[in-house]
C-alpha cells in the first residue's frame, strides 16, 4: 500500500505565505501525477494545482501567480508553495497522487489521498 502524510499547513494572516508537503511511501514503483486540492465545509473539494511525472503544471484560476507546485521524484513529494495568501484560501488541503504500486505482489495502480492540513488566513 501507499501512505501520504501531508505537513505544513496552519494560520497565517492575509499576504502571508505557507508550504505544504507531502510525502508518499510504501511500495512505489513510480509516480504520475502529483496535486493538492482544497475543501470548505459545504462545497465540493476543488483542484488547486496539479504537477504531472515531466513536470508540466496546471493551476486553479484562483491561485494562479500566487500558488507554486513543485515535486521531487527521488524523495516521492510534492510541495505547494502559497504567496500572497487571502481570506478566500482557507480551507482544508488534500494532497492526491496518482501512482503504481505492488499491492500483494500485484502491480497496481490508483490514487490515494493525504489526510488533509488545515490552512487559515485571517487577521
Known amino acids: 500500500q501507499v501512505q501520504l502524510v501531508e505537513s505544513g499547513g496552519g494560520l497565517v494572516q492575509p499576504g502571508g505565505s505557507l508550504r505544504l508537503s507531502c510525502a508518499a511511501s510504501g511500495s512505489i514503483f513510480s509516480i504520475n501525477a502529483m496535486g493538492w486540492y482544497r475543501q470548505i465545509p459545504g462545497k465540493q473539494r476543488e483542484l488547486v494545482a496539479a504537477?504531472?511525472?515531466?513536470?508540466?503544471?496546471n493551476y486553479a484560476d484562483s491561485v494562479k501567480g500566487r500558488f507554486t507546485i513543485s515535486r521531487d521524484n527521488a524523495k516521492n513529494t510534492v510541495t505547494l508553495q502559497m504567496n500572497s495568501l487571502k481570506p478566500e484560501d482557507t480551507a482544508v488541503y488534500y494532497c492526491?497522487?496518482?501512482?503504481?504500486?505492488?499491492?500483494?505482489?500485484?502491480?497496481?495502480?490508483?490514487?490515494?489521498w493525504g489526510q488533509g492540513t488545515q490552512v487559515t488566513v485571517s487577521s
Open positions: 492526491n497522487v496518482d501512482v503504481f504500486y505492488s499491492a500483494q505482489g500485484v502491480y497496481t495502480r490508483s490514487a490515494f
Open positions: 504537477i504531472t511525472s515531466n513536470y508540466n503544471t
